[in-house]
């Protein structure tokens, strides 16, 4: 899966702790058999991303690493997701902004490759969104929502989820994958008024917050 990792200078890339030439061996750390070896490698790559330097330094070119697929589902792909969604958008939530490539004309290039080359997930995390994994459908939603070019796509997928009548806290995360792709679609608002969890209806209702504010905008 990661056969390229060599081919790219990591020496032109930095993080929180200098030249970023222990990456690649993080990386194929996340395809370890060793549960504690993956979970360290996670643990590094948390740290190095969360300080945001490795997201604004001069990057290399993003290129694909060989085949995506492996021959058995990854045993820690909630915790992979978060880390890709983290690369994308920043640690963002209902109450922080991401920060990502939202098409302006000043955004960072290294936005723009993070999020082009993050959209090679989409399709698989379209059918995770339907995972009896609570965890991992949570950290689908959560990353699509991120995918604002794709939301067309996207969004249907979120309705027949919700369609499901899923636990609180996959609704809860379905609402804020609306409230950030279409803050102004009715299932938001049905959500708002009629979800019996409290905190379903506050998180859709922020997302309706949203969807006034571009009202407003002239």
């Known amino acids: 899966m990661l056969e390229r990792l060599d081919t790219i200078d990591w020496t032109a890339v930095h993080h929180a702790y200098g030249p970023a ?14 549960p504690e070896q993956r979970q360290r490698a996670l ?4 740290g ?19 085949r995506a697929r492996r021959r058995r589902p990854h045993p820690d792909r909630a915790q992979v997701l978060g880390l890709l969604t983290c690369s994308v958008a920043g640690t963002f939530s209902v109450a922080s902004p991401p920060i990502l490539d939202d098409g302006g004309p000043d955004v960072h290039p290294i936005l723009r490759d993070i ?8 399709p698989t995390c379209l059918q995770l969104i339907q995972s009896t994994d609570e965890r991992l459908s949570i950290a689908a939603i959560y990353f699509l929502a991120t995918m604002w070019r794709r939301a067309d796509e996207i969004v249907p ?3 027949a989820r919700l369609s499901q009548a899923p636990a609180p806290a996959v609704r809860g995360t379905l609402a804020f994958a609306l409230g950030r792709l279409r803050p102004d679609d009715p299932e938001l608002s049905r959500l708002h008024a009629d979800d019996p969890a409290l905190a379903v209806r506050v998180i859709a209702a922020i997302g309706l917050l949203r969807a006034g504010g571009r009202r407003s905008q002239p």
């Open 21 to 34: 030439t222990d990456t690649p061996d993080a990386l194929r750390g996340l395809l370890a058999d060793d």
């Open 48 to 66: 190095t991303l969360l300080d945001d330097s490795l997201r604004n330094t001069r990057p290399p070119r993003p290129r694909r690493f060989g």
């Open 157 to 159: 997928t979120l309705h």
């Open 115 to 122: 999020y082009r080359a993050a959209e090679a997930a989409v």
């Open 43 to 46: 643990r590094q790559l948390w």
